[in-house]
């Protein structure tokens, strides 16, 4: 099967959509996302505009560098001022304003600082730069993290002494549960997509049983979207919340076992701080005390300035689906690609740069 | 034969002495020998036809230098005379000036400047003058090339985005994605089990066909950095109005397309340095598709959209699944140093 072409067909689209509008009636039905990938994918489709009134899509903190607070790219920051450190990172974080720089702004004074695609290219680096302390700065959810581990496992079997990971990694059911007891009313969620072929779709099981609200774990295709939005009018229409993949060709029930244990071997969970939301129990990763070695916060201390937030930056409530961009008194004023005040603008999956990219001159 | 093949560049080549003789003598003039250039004087004495010339430059810094598809050489060539043939002058005459970093193979120059030859005759162009300069190790990347052009109008045109007019068509003259794409995955190492060639040719003999014909073209643009929705929303911009392009008929390989999906990236956005975007009067559309479509370079011509009546200079796309889509310009850069 050509999966692009078959599930970007207009046949197809359009029966699912008069599904939607058959299934939805006139109840209102708010439905989250919480993956960066999905916001994207939904602006650029233009589905908003298929779907009938009654339907209301927000974006959530699925966007795991729009989510890194302040304090960690502070610190990211210091580490690339001191002498004999490499930073690595994934290019999304290079232009992210941090309380007073970003790495983008750090690179042009001093070239130290490397994108990479993957940890693959980041413990090349530490090999060829023995004398050097490389830092990863390991932001994302579990779609990444097991990447992150083996990177460690593999510097622990060639002994490799100069690599180390800023382990800023956070995990995704935790926010859902804040959410689901938060201020805004949600029928659903369209559950992300890798982060699920990782944990495995069983992972939302309690969203329906505590909370009463639907979850559908989708694919990034516009069909996927939209048979998703379907899966979830269906079952709120008929009071039936539960959780079901639509994604079925990547997400199992249990997910990469093999990818989880390679996560849990070198990662704990602990308590993180996530941008507009506050600190989440349990919601991040920590380098376990046996590859203390390879820990960043072990191995360096760093004074760090008073961590600042941006004045009217309005990605906190934008993260938690409170608001939308285009409320924000910034957007697209002041704040905008080319001259970012917060990460959801500068972000490839920031919710802001989605509104400002698809969504500006909708009518 | 003095120079020996696996020996390098080095600081005293660009020293102006013997061994810049040398330089030119063993490897550029064999390459590029011409009336114009062998004299080897400090300027070219050149001839034109016509009173009205266009002139233009570009400078090429590509990594890698060896891409599959082409090379730094051939890119440098192409480059300009694309940019002259798209304002409808012919391209004639070309400067090449380089700047070697110290310790490139002299093989590897060699190969660059023969592929500068191939180019050049494939347009038709001839190289008349240049210059090198060497610089420390560390101070370059390999080679980095300046190319600037002359061209002569042989019809009375003037290609400007204020020429176009609503029911314009656009015309594309082969799929897109190319030249982005064999870069990005040449550099980077993706493990692709297919090799994307970069679609980097000398356009101007398709598009004097096209200017020949008598079809009313408004205006040219060849869709380098940036992409084909680069090159709309520029003209949209200037123009003021609206451009609609359907998804369906927009031409891509299915490998272009993979290797897009799987990196992230948006064909429309992505680098080519082979295709030309044309806007022509709607009644003259058929015509220029079947007169590209006989001709090399335009086998897969296609009409890709329409310029609207409506007053706002943005481009609208329609997807494949039957809703719309603002096309806006890109932000930071998509791909460093791809051209």
Same mark, same amino acid.
């Given at each position: 099967m050509k999966y692009i072409d078959e599930f970007r067909k207009l046949g197809p689209a359009l029966s699912i959509v008069k599904s939607i509008e058959k299934k939805a009636g006139n109840q209102q039905m708010t439905f989250m996302e919480v993956c960066g990938t999905h916001t994207m994918a939904i602006a650029r489709s233009g589905i908003r505009q298929m779907l009938p009134e009654n339907i209301n899509l927000i974006s959530g903190p699925g966007c795991p560098v729009c989510v890194t607070p302040n304090s960690t790219i502070d610190y990211s920051i210091e580490l690339a001022r001191r002498d004999n450190v490499i930073i690595t990172t994934f290019g999304d974080m290079m232009r992210v304003p941090g309380s007073y720089s970003s790495l983008a702004k750090e690179r042009a004074k001093k070239s130290n600082i490397k994108i990479v695609t993957s940890t693959i290219d980041a413990l090349e680096i530490a090999r060829q730069n023995p004398h050097k302390k490389v830092v990863f700065i390991g932001v994302g959810f579990e779609t990444t993290a097991p990447t992150i581990a083996a990177s460690i496992l593999i510097a622990e079997k060639e002994n490799i002494k100069n690599y180390f990971v800023l382990s800023a990694h956070k995990v995704m059911p935790p926010p859902m549960d804040v959410l689901s007891r938060g201020d805004i009313p949600l029928n659903g969620y369209i559950c992300p997509g890798h982060v699920s072929a990782i944990? $495995?779709?069983?992972?939302?099981?309690f969203l329906p049983e505590k909370y009463g609200i639907a979850c559908v774990v989708a694919g990034f295709e516009p069909l996927d979207i939209l048979k998703s939005i379907d899966m979830l009018a269906d079952q709120v229409a008929r009071s039936n919340p539960s959780v079901e993949t639509e994604y079925k060709r990547v997400v199992t029930p249990e997910g990469n076992i093999h990818a989880k244990a390679v996560m849990n071997k070198v990662f704990e969970e602990d308590d993180s701080e996530w941008r507009g939301i506050g600190v989440i129990p349990k919601s991040g990763l920590k380098i376990r005390s046996n590859y203390k070695m390879f820990d960043a916060e072990e191995k360096f201390s760093v004074d760090l300035p008073p961590v600042k937030e941006a004045e009217g930056c309005l990605c906190g409530e934008v993260l938690q689906g409170?608001?939308?961009?285009?409320?924000?008194?910034?957007?697209?004023?002041?704040?905008?690609?080319?001259?970012?005040? $917060?990460p959801c603008m500068v972000s490839t999956e920031g919710t802001c740069a989605a509104y400002y990219k698809y969504l500006r001159s909708e009518r | 034969m003095i120079l020996k093949k696996d020996s390098v560049v080095t600081l005293a080549h660009g020293g102006g002495g013997t061994l810049t003789q040398q330089l030119i003598e063993e490897i550029f003039v064999p390459a590029f020998k011409n009336s114009y250039l062998t004299?080897?004087?400090?300027s070219a004495l050149l001839g034109l036809n016509s009173s009205r010339i266009a002139y233009t430059t570009d400078s090429f810094t590509v990594d890698p230098v060896f891409f599959p598809g082409g090379d730094i050489g051939y890119l440098s060539v192409c480059g300009t005379v694309n940019d002259l043939a798209v304002s409808g002058a012919e391209p004639r005459f070309l400067s090449v000036g380089m700047i070697i970093e110290e310790g490139l193979k002299f093989s590897e120059l060699e190969k660059i400047v023969k592929s500068i030859k191939k180019a050049a005759d494939e347009a038709g162009v001839v190289i008349v003058t240049g210059d090198t300069k060497v610089v420390e190790k560390g101070k370059g990347d390999k080679i980095f090339i300046n190319t600037s052009g002359i061209g002569e109008f042989t019809k009375d045109l003037t290609l400007i985005p204020s020429n176009i007019k609503p029911g314009d068509k656009i015309i594309v003259n082969g799929e897109i994605g190319y030249h982005g794409m064999a870069v990005i995955t040449a550099r980077e190492s993706f493990g692709f089990s297919n090799v994307i060639n970069s679609d980097v040719a000398p356009l101007n003999r398709i598009i004097k066909k096209v200017v020949e014909s008598g079809a009313r073209i408004k205006v040219m643009r060849d869709a380098?950095?940036?992409g084909v929705a680069t090159v709309l929303n520029e003209i949209a911009g200037s123009a003021g109005f609206t451009i609609e392009i359907e998804e369906e008929r927009i031409p891509v390989a299915e490998i272009v397309r993979g290797a897009c999906e799987l990196l992230g990236f948006d064909p429309l956005y992505v680098a080519n340095e082979g295709i030309v975007v044309l806007f022509v009067d709607s009644a003259d559309a058929e015509d220029v598709i079947r007169i590209m479509r006989k001709e090399k370079y335009g086998?897969?011509?296609?009409?890709i959209g329409t310029v609207t009546d409506?007053?706002?200079g943005i481009v609208v796309e329609h997807t494949s699944i039957g809703s719309t889509r603002v096309l806006d310009l890109l932000t930071g850069e998509m791909l460093p140093r791809i051209c």
């Open positions: 944990i $495995g779709s069983k992972s939302y099981d409170k608001v939308i961009p285009t409320d924000c008194p910034l957007f697209g004023s002041v704040c905008n690609p080319s001259e970012p005040v $917060g | 004299p080897l004087n400090d380098t950095r940036g086998e897969k011509s296609r009409v409506r007053s706002e």
